[in-house]
C-alpha cells in the first residue's frame, strides 16, 4: 500500500482466485480515508489483465511514488519459481501504465541476458531520493537461483538507465545479502533495516550516505532489539 496525494494505491499481492488457489494478481485499487468512512474502489484492469498495457501479475514487488500521482513499480514474483526485473510506471489519474522504452513484455524465463540491471528477484526495498530510485538487495536470481543479494542500484528517472553502485574498497562494510528489509530516507541518507536470508534474521541498521558515497553501522540502543523481516518503515 502506498499513500499519493490523499489516498493510497495498492498494485499487485497475492489474492485467492476462483479455482480456491493463492495467486499473484495484477489489480489496482484505490482507498481513501475520510473523518468519518473510508472507501475502496478497483480501478483495473477490466477483463484478462492489462495485456501489453501493464504489467504481469506479481507479489513482494517495490512500489515507489513518484509523485502524488505516480507509482514506480520494479520486480516480484510472478509465479513461485519466476521472479521479474521489470519497470513500469503508472498514472494514477489516468488510470494508464507505462514501461522503458524496449523493455520486453512478454513473460520471463529468468534467463540469463545482457540487460544491464538488477537480476530477477523479489523482496527487494527501493526509495526515491532526487531523480534517482535506489533499490538494494532482494532474494531471486537466474534460472533455479535462490540466492540473496546485496547489491545495490540505482535507477535515473531521466534516462530509465540502472547503474551497479560499487562498494568503496577500505570503507565500512555494506549490509549483508538480505531480503523482506525495509528501506527509509534521512537528508541524503538511505537507511536499510532488517531483513532475512537463509542463514540469519537481521536486526541490523546501516546508513549509505549518498553524499560520499560510503555504509556505516550505526550503534543502536534500546532493549529487547529483535531481528524483523517482511515489515515495512518510513519516516515520521
Same mark, same amino acid.
Given at each position: 500500500?502506498?499513500?499519493?496525494?490523499?489516498?493510497?494505491?495498492?498494485?499487485?499481492?497475492? *489474492?485467492?482466485? *476462483? =479455482?480456491? *488457489?493463492?495467486?499473484? +494478481?495484477?489489480?489496482?485499487?484505490?482507498?481513501?480515508? /475520510?473523518?468519518?468512512?473510508?472507501?475502496?474502489?478497483?480501478?483495473?484492469?477490466?477483463?484478462?489483465?492489462?495485456?501489453?498495457?501493464?504489467?504481469?501479475?506479481?507479489?513482494?514487488?517495490?512500489?515507489?511514488?513518484? /509523485?502524488?500521482?505516480?507509482?514506480?513499480?520494479?520486480?516480484?514474483?510472478?509465479?513461485?519459481?519466476?521472479?521479474?526485473?521489470?519497470?513500469?510506471?503508472?498514472?494514477?489519474?489516468? =488510470?494508464?501504465? +507505462?514501461?522503458?522504452?524496449?523493455?520486453?513484455?512478454?513473460?520471463?524465463?529468468?534467463?540469463?541476458?545482457?540487460?544491464?540491471?538488477?537480476?530477477?528477484?523479489?523482496?527487494?526495498?527501493?526509495?526515491?531520493?532526487?531523480?534517482? %530510485?535506489?533499490?538494494?538487495?532482494?532474494?531471486?536470481?537466474?534460472?533455479?537461483?535462490?540466492?540473496?543479494?546485496?547489491?545495490?542500484?540505482?535507477?535515473?528517472?531521466? &534516462?530509465? +538507465?540502472? $547503474?551497479? %553502485?560499487?562498494?568503496?574498497?577500505? +570503507?565500512?562494510?555494506?549490509?549483508?545479502?538480505?531480503?523482506?528489509? /525495509?528501506?527509509?530516507? %534521512?537528508? &541524503? *541518507?538511505?537507511? !536499510?533495516?532488517?531483513?532475512?536470508? &537463509?542463514?540469519?534474521?537481521? $536486526? &541490523?541498521?546501516?546508513?549509505?550516505?549518498?553524499? %560520499?558515497?560510503?555504509?556505516?553501522?550505526?550503534?543502536? =540502543?534500546?532493549?529487547?532489539? !529483535?531481528?524483523?523481516?517482511?515489515?515495512?518503515?518510513?519516516? !515520521?
Amino acid at each position: 500500500m502506498t499513500f499519493m496525494g490523499d489516498q493510497y494505491v495498492v498494485y499487485g499481492g497475492l *489474492k485467492l482466485a *476462483k =479455482n480456491g *488457489k493463492v495467486e499473484p +494478481t495484477d489489480e489496482v485499487y484505490l482507498l481513501r480515508l /475520510s473523518q468519518k468512512d473510508c472507501s475502496w474502489t478497483k480501478v483495473g484492469p477490466q477483463g484478462n489483465g492489462w495485456g501489453e498495457n501493464g504489467p504481469l501479475p506479481r507479489s513482494q514487488h517495490v512500489a515507489v511514488p513518484l /509523485s502524488n500521482d505516480k507509482l514506480w513499480i520494479f520486480g516480484g514474483h510472478y509465479t513461485p519459481s519466476i521472479r521479474l526485473n521489470d519497470v513500469w510506471t503508472y498514472d494514477v489519474r489516468n =488510470n494508464v501504465w +507505462t514501461c522503458p522504452p524496449g523493455q520486453d513484455k512478454n513473460p520471463p524465463t529468468n534467463k540469463k541476458t545482457d540487460k544491464v540491471g538488477p537480476s530477477p528477484r523479489a523482496n527487494s526495498a527501493a526509495v526515491l531520493l532526487g531523480n534517482k %530510485i535506489y533499490l538494494f538487495g532482494g532474494h531471486g536470481g537466474y534460472n533455479y537461483q535462490r540466492a540473496a543479494f546485496n547489491d545495490f542500484y540505482s535507477y535515473d528517472l531521466g &534516462t530509465n +538507465t540502472w $547503474e551497479l %553502485i560499487p562498494h568503496k574498497e577500505n +570503507t565500512a562494510k555494506p549490509p549483508d545479502p538480505r531480503g523482506g528489509h /525495509s528501506m527509509f530516507v %534521512i537528508g &541524503t *541518507k538511505i537507511c !536499510v533495516y532488517g531483513g532475512w536470508n &537463509t542463514a540469519y534474521q537481521f $536486526e &541490523t541498521l546501516f546508513y549509505y550516505d549518498t553524499a %560520499i558515497g560510503e555504509w556505516w553501522e550505526p550503534e543502536v =540502543n534500546g532493549q529487547d532489539i !529483535v531481528p524483523v523481516w517482511n515489515h515495512s518503515a518510513c519516516l !515520521v
